[in-house]
Each structure stands twice: as C-alpha cells, then as structure tokens.
C-alpha cells in the first residue's frame, strides 16, 4: 500500500526529471503568464479604485468632515468647536474652511466656483493642495492679496472644463472677486493640480483675506476636515465627535465621495469580470498545456497499464505533475509581478484622469487567486489524463 502511494510521486519525478528541458521551461512560463494575467488586473483595478478614493481623502475632504446643522447656514465658534475637536483620541490634525459666496472674473471671462478661505499652515495639515503646486507657489499665513487656483478654473489644453474656465490663467496675473455689491482684486499666486476634478475646481484665500473683506465672519467657517491617526478606527473617532453634541453634522469622507463611489463601484465590478475572464484563460491555458503533454504520452501510459500500473495511480501522476507545473508557475509569475511590475508601476503609474494608479494587491487576494490557480491545474490535469486512460489499452501503446 505505501509503495502504490509513493508510486504516483515517482512517476511524476521521472517524467518531469526526463522530459525536454525547454518543454518544462516553457510549460512553467506559459503558467506564470496565466496566474501574472490573474492578479494584475485585480491587482490595477484595486489602485484605480483605492487611488480614487485616496484623492478624495487628500484634496477634498480628509478622513472627518463636519458642516453647519441644516438648520444653520455656518459653523459658529469655529474656534471652540476646533478645540473639542483636538482633544478626541485618535484625532491627528483639525483645519476650518469658509466658502465664498463668490464669483471670480479674468478679462471677458468669468465664473462661480467654491472659494474658500483657509488657514494655509493647518490646512496643509489635513489636505495636501500644498503639494500638489502645478506652477507658482501656496498661500502664505498672512498673504491678504494672494489667490491659489485649481487648474480647472485656469484652463489649459486637455483639461476636461477647460470650455468653462477662464482660459489661460497665468501666475502673476490679478483676478476680481465679485461678492454681493462688492469687488476685490486677488494676485494670482499660484496654479494647483490634483488630477481630481472637484478638488481641481476650487480657489483659496487666506483667512486674513478674508477678515479684511468680511470681518464679520472672523469666528465662522463652513467646513471643519479632520485627519485621523492611521492607527485608529474612523467610525469610533466619528462617533466621539458626534457625542460631543458640537452643533454640526459629522461624517465620514465617503459620504462626500459622491461620482467616486460609483466609479469605485463600476470598478469594481469590472473587476470582477476580468477576474472570471482571467480563471478561464488560466484554465484553458492549463488544460492545453497538460492535455497536449499527456496526448503525446499516450505510448508510455499505455505500456505503463501493460505491465499492471492501475490506472489510478497514472491519473494520480499527471495531477501531481500539473501541480508541480503550476506551483513552480505560481513562484515564477509572483516573482515577475513583485520584482518587475510592482516596481515598474511605481516608476510609471497607470495615468488616469482621476488619479495615477499603483498596483494594490492584498494578501488574501494573491491567496485566494494562487488556490483558484492551483484547484485549475488539478482539475486540468485529472480530466485530460482519465481520458487517455481510459482509452483502450492497444490502441494507447500503438499511438491510435
């Protein structure tokens, strides 16, 4: 009984051991481009997706926001509000926004766009415009005059609202802001570019620039965004801030992500085609190159029968060889896609109009796709091989 245990395993040894090297190699290759196409779908797919929702973190919203109750048309006491806020656990930055009620005019051109008014030093802190300086520089602390603009409004070849921007908008240039009766003239000192379309259709000020237009409003604000310690949960610190009864609405940037969460979810899905796309090429690729490699074996397993090999432990050969196959294709293909792909995406990310997406792969996902992988070859190599083998046995020895 051992040796009828131990016999499949060496069979499959000797076959391997003695067949055409560069058969085996390519066999290997053939099932390492079948598990790369597998996971780097998945694998661009989930940076689209996760890139996308990161931009809304980033340049929108960041991972806690707060507005005025509906009831209210601000935030009142921001400063106080902003406090209670620090003192939550888990709670790493906190930086207040006032939108404008305002229009913004260059030359013949003009437009209402979101212009808020912001400390520049903590608002870096949450939101990441500062680094996303397409030309000139970001607001300074005590700038009056200054103006950053998104490269939306600014306009440029490509952009897709570059019909309605001011078209050709230049640092350096002066720009009027038209409020309800009245008119200021800003410096434009800056263009910002997130490859995010709402983040990229907004302008800032400074707070000083705005209590020198709008004195009153020195303790209001109409956004409050908080970014949290990536070692907490957001759903426990949303709730923190929402016992705290501050007089605001709370939530979590994912309510904010409006067009992106049907675009993650289109993603999404997508993701799933591909996937059952790529199991079925993994699988017809697996089952020809075992199934072309059994056939031309046909002589040696009908003499193998001949001289009282059960055919069982035949079949039992051919699925441990396939799983030989593709196991050696599994490390071959990881190796490509760790020490290849990954870092060639890095290097050169997937340019989108959203984000530029990275390679994201979790482990559970390579797992899960590995044993998808490995459960195809088995199967490839079991139905191929009772075939042959139950084929009569002449007819396998003389090759008919």
């Known amino acids: 009984m051992k040796n009828e245990l131990k016999l499949p395993f060496y069979l499959a040894f000797q076959s391997i051991r003695r067949g055409r090297k560069w058969t085996l190699l390519l066999t290997i290759f053939l099932m390492s481009v079948a598990f790369v196409n597998l996971i780097f779908v998945s694998a661009l797919f989930n940076g689209i997706i996760e890139g996308s929702n990161q931009q809304v973190i980033d340049t929108l919203t960041s991972d806690i926001y ?3 109750k509906q009831s209210s048309e601000y935030i009142n006491n921001k400063d106080e509000v902003v406090k209670a806020i620090e003192k939550v656990n888990g709670v790493a930055a906190v930086s207040t926004g006032f939108q404008i009620p305002a229009r913004i005019e260059h030359n013949s051109r003009s437009g209402r766009w979101p212009i808020i008014a912001i400390n520049p030093n903590e608002y870096s802190k949450v939101i990441n415009v500062s680094k996303k300086m397409y030309k000139g520089k970001y607001l300074s602390l005590d700038d009056k005059d200054g103006i950053i603009i998104g490269r939306q409004i600014a306009g440029g070849q490509g952009l897709e609202l570059n019909t309605t921007s001011l078209k050709g908008l230049s640092v350096g240039d002066k720009v009027k802001i038209i409020f309800d009766g009245f008119e200021k003239t800003f410096i434009v000192r800056g263009i910002f570019y997130t490859k995010f379309v709402e983040s990229d259709s907004r302008a800032f000020i400074s707070n000083k620039a705005l209590i020198n237009i709008m004195p009153n409003f020195i303790n209001k604000a109409t956004v409050i965004n908080i970014l949290t310690d990536a070692k907490k949960n957001d759903v426990e610190i949303l709730n923190k801030i929402k016992r705290l009864d501050l007089g605001v609405e709370v939530y979590l940037w994912k309510e904010a992500a409006g067009l992106m969460r049907s675009v993650s979810s289109s993603f999404s ?22 199934y072309v490699d059994i056939i031309n074996r046909r002589r040696q397993i009908g003499i193998l029968r001949a001289i009282g090999i059960k055919p069982y432990i ?37 340019v989108l109009p959203l984000t530029d997406a990275v390679l994201k792969l979790t482990w559970v996902e390579y797992i899960a796709r590995a044993e998808i992988v490995i459960w195809v070859a088995i199967f490839s190599g079991l139905i191929p091989a009772l075939i042959v083998t139950r084929t009569k046995m002449l007819d396998a020895i003389i090759g008919k």
């Open 314 to 350: 035949i079949v039992s050969s051919y699925v441990i060889m396939a799983a030989v196959y593709i196991v050696m294709g599994i490390v071959l293909g990881s190796i490509i896609y760790i020490c290849a792909l990954v870092p060639y995406f890095i290097a050169h990310p997937f």
């Open 269 to 290: 899905s997508i993701n799933v085609i591909m996937t059952l796309v790529g199991v079925i090429i993994a699988s017809v690729t697996t089952f020809i190159v075992i």
């Open 66 to 68: 707060a507005n005025p």
